[in-house]
């Protein structure tokens, strides 16, 4: 069956640290992988989209790494801040049809 | 700039009882349009998507049903809301199939029924 596992739940860490969030997808052959944050009671927010033929992507303090080998994704966010608190969701294509969405993990930043 | 409106912003229904939710979106033309649910402890559950007036499709067979009768507005109804039917409704839109762009998403409707 068609699965996007996002392997943990809750991730808690310090401020200051790199937080890295994991999206394993298994029988897709997505050509684009997108991420997405979450606060408490509001829609998501895109983030970063990463095409198969980009091994990694950033975007400011954010990065995105896909391998296609794996069927995984990685989105690392280095120097957390507790602003980064929220719930992330990686999303997938399967041509043919809209996203189709993790679990999402969410994600507490202490100071 | 777009805008994506959803209303109402909370909503409190007896099982039974129908449903219309409704999704507007400014600043842009011919957008593909999507309703989303999450329940609590579920991911974003994809409901219908639209890429025109009047284009449907359904990804779930539930006692919902959707409806564009305009561009830029999409409607979410049910004739008789059940139990299971709580959940966050979300709108979203997106250039393009969102396959290849990213989709921007509404403030959704919390929907309790009672």
């Known amino acids: 069956s068609q699965k996007i596992e996002q392997n943990s739940e809750a991730l808690n860490i310090q401020e200051g640290k790199t937080a890295t969030l994991t999206c394993n997808y298994t029988?897709?052959?997505?050509?684009?992988l997108q991420w997405y944050r979450q606060d408490p009671g509001r829609g998501p927010v895109f983030l970063l989209l990463i095409r198969e033929n980009e091994k990694e992507k950033r975007k400011e303090r954010l990065k995105v790494t896909f391998d296609t080998t794996l069927k995984q994704s990685l989105f690392h966010i280095t120097a957390s801040q507790p602003a980064d608190s929220a719930t992330y969701l990686c999303a997938l294509n399967q041509a043919g049809t809209a996203l189709i969405f993790g679990k999402g993990t969410t994600l507490s930043v202490s100071s | 700039s777009q805008t994506i409106h959803q209303w109402p912003a909370t909503l409190v229904q007896p099982v039974g009882s129908p449903l219309s939710l409704e999704c507007t979106v400014e600043g842009t033309s011919n957008p593909n349009l999507y309703w989303y649910r999450q329940a609590a402890g579920r991911g974003l559950q994809l409901l219908f998507y639209s890429v025109g007036i009047g284009q449907i499709s359904s990804e779930v067979p539930q006692n919902l049903s959707a409806s564009r009768p305009q561009d830029r507005q999409f409607i979410l109804s049910s004739k008789k809301l059940l139990l299971s039917d709580s959940g966050f409704y979300l709108c979203?839109?997106?250039?393009?199939?969102?396959?290849?762009?990213?989709?921007?998403f509404g403030p959704g409707t919390r929907l309790t029924v009672l």
């Open positions: 979203a839109w997106s250039v393009g199939l969102a396959e290849y762009n990213e989709q921007f």
């Open positions: 029988n897709y052959s997505p050509a684009y």
